[in-house]
């Protein structure tokens, strides 16, 4: 086949495939149209539908791998033409994005048993895309990929796709900022951190190798100058400090000849200089006050220093993620304690590469330099647990790291083996190799009724508390949590049936909230919390619930329901005609009490005394048979009688008739409204107690007219 023929057939298959994603949506049906138009004899079918793929030839294979990648290019230009991104573009809008079906496509042809395409052309068509594309067209192409990752993982693209994915994903890194595209940055770290083993030797940095691009600038101070504080600069000290930066960025260079003692001689000279700042602190203290006095604002940069929206520094590099290295600034970042951490952690880096270089070329210190490294770590431990704050924590955090570290590089060291790294499998506990597997399973305990989610623990409660939900993790952004109930939610049942009450709806029959003893004691508790007077009002009516409920939501609350009218009596009524003159309560009466306690006494006086100007408690009722003549009591018997609340017990029949009298009129205005059932009913209990009281009316009598014996001091006896 010829040099023009060949392209015109490459040509001719791409077409081919640009059709197919014309027409279908799906990428199996996508790559069957491709396949049947492109080589008819490769597709196996059975009763029009499709079966199988059979073995291409060599070339066939070829022609089709260039034409799928000419269409990926093709693709490419026209979202570029169309100023769309590359995973978004649709030449038809009925179908998904066209460069993912025809990656999803290429994988379900590399997947077909014999494939046509050979299994590492996704990842090749990928790294094609990745190239072409820009920096946001690449957010689009991991986030396909991240979608995908199980899938190349799995043992027919592994290994022919790992190496094509680690130099696209490093091409990538390269490329990108690592402040402008930080989120890019870490997606692809991730998607590398999950494709890869941890084994993988191709990401452990078997080689040790170090960042020393990373220069950090050094200021030429000149004499006089003074800092932010207005104090003048230790030019010497400023060199000294920000020149170790050259041998932490590159350890080996500190094992030159020569070099460990102008290291160690820079590294104490900080130290001592540490050791000068005694109010660090206090000022670290002040420092923190004032951030909890000063509002802190996001997205604003620093006076003096660049943001990745303004394009970074002169370098385009975008915003630095290192300390300033300006003179100005020397006497305040020492006395940062986070500074400070910064630089000691360093210098602990580089004595322990400085002791084992685990590089093959490189020899350790030896002899002398080597207790001077020894004793120089000490040092900085030291300096480590003086600095506030936790020091001694932060210290013995950092040494645990260390020993990690020294351990990790001692693994790179011996090749990556993978057996460190796997675990062992579990033992089988005593007895189970001699177990009888024949016997039967020990009875398991019966689940409680609270056990939902089939979780046995070992008690009903632990049962309840460990199947509150399915997975005990959700538990923990439930509203409640399953802790104590709010004041609100022990009230709801306490008005809920005040309201059925109202209503008419109570039967009886279910045990109310409000009457439980133990459930009001929670809710009176609650209740003490939050409103004083509700719960004093309660606890007043004997911790009545409802009468909290009525003081705390009294919108929700029915009012309170009227006490039973007492039935009239007809002697009341009859005496009342009889005396011929109605009862007044007393001017003085400030209250049912004392007008009670005054109608009472005044069942004791005889008729004569009904206008005695000391003023009497109640007139005479039903005494004008009597024939006596005695005073009413004073007004300060009178008074003391009704504070008290207690009466005399003789005269209580009269004093009953009398109250009952004055409350007749009102009583029949109030029954007027009443059916003429319950007033037939109230009639004939009228006239039953009428009766039982006729032999009582003689005794009341006697025993007013003892109780009145001489006469002739108008007072009548009162008790205490």
Known sequence: MGQNSYQEEVQRLQGLALAALQEHGAPALVAQALLR???????????????????????????????????????????????????????????????????????????????????????????????????????????????RTPTFKSATFENRSKLTLLRTCNMLLKRLSKSANAMLCGRVLLFLAKFLPLTERSGVNLMGAFNADNVTPVEEVQEGAVDSEGKLVDAAFYRTFWGLQSFFSNPPTALAPGKWGEVSRDIRRVLERFRQWGEVSRDIRRVLERFRQEKVTVGESAPGGSSAADGGGADGQGASVKYLSSSRLMGLQLRDATFRRHFLLQCLILMQWCERPRQKDKTGLRSKPLEDLQELRMKVYSELEATPDRGREFAGAIRHLMQWEDAWAAWKQSGCAPGPLERRPAEAPNGAIDADLTAPAPKRRKLGSDAIFGIRVGTDELDRLWNLTEDNLSALSAADRGGFKTVRQLMDPVIEEMQEAAAGED??????????????????RAVARTNLQAFSAAVQKGGDLEVAARAMYPSECPPPPAPPPAAPSAKAAAAGA???????????????????????????????????????????????SDGGAAEAASDSEEDAAAEEGELPEEGEAAAEEAGEADAAGLLEEAEEGEPPEEQAQQAEQAQQEEEAEEGEAPAAAADAAAAEGGGGDGVAPMES
């Not at 005044?602 to 003023?615: R, S, T």
Request: charged share 15%; net charge negative; hydrophobic share 45%.
């Open 507 to 524: 039967d009886g029959m279910l045990i109310k909230a409000s009457r439980s003893k133990l459930y009001s004691w929670k809710a009176l």
């Open 578 to 624: 009889g005396s011929g003159a109605t009862p007044q309560p007393p001017a003085s009466a400030g209250g049912p009490a004392e007008t009670t306690a005054a109608t009472k006494a005044g069942g004791e006086e005889a008729a004569g005394g009904a206008g005695d100007e000391a003023g009497t408690a109640a007139e005479a009722a039903g005494a004008a």
């Open 37 to 147: 138009a492109a080589v008819p004899a490769a597709v196996a079918e059975e009763g029009g539908e499709f079966a199988g793929v059979h073995e291409l030839s060599s070339g066939q294979s070829e022609q089709l791998t260039n034409a799928l990648h000419a269409a990926a290019g093709r693709l490419l230009a026209d979202a570029q033409a169309a100023g769309q991104l590359v995973m978004a573009y649709q030449p038809n809008p009925a179908h998904p994005p066209a460069v993912a079906q025809l990656l999803d496509a290429v994988l379900w042809l590399a997947e077909q048993r014999p494939a046509p395409v050979e299994a590492g052309l996704p990842a090749q068509l990928l790294e094609q895309i990745t190239e072409g594309a820009s920096n946001a067209d690449c957010e689009g192409v991991f986030a396909w990929l991240d979608e």
